[in-house]
């Protein structure tokens, strides 16, 4: 699991933009072009104050990161046995345990 709020995973990704873009000799006006995104999508997105999913992945795709976008895909397959089998065993856990079944009649 990521640690970190929201913001503090904006910053870091923002932080991580800036640094492939930097090691490619780019300036934040050329990648915006690049991307076909605005220069101030870029600024946002590398500061970490908020960008669309939109200019994620088409800075992704300008840097050559588009690993980051596949590592997003990659789920593990499970069999719809498997998941079957775990949805029983949820439902079974779900279940509550009842009181003692002797109930006391007021006369």
Known sequence: MVKGTKDEILRRVGKAMREWRLRADVTQQALADRSGVSLNAVRHLEDGSGATLGTFVQVCRSLGRDRWILD????????????????????????????SSTRRRVP
């Open 72 to 99: 997003l895909e990659n789920f593990p397959e499970v069999s719809p046995i498997a998941f079957a089998e775990a949805l029983e065993k949820a439902k079974g856990a779900e279940r509550r345990t009842r009181a």
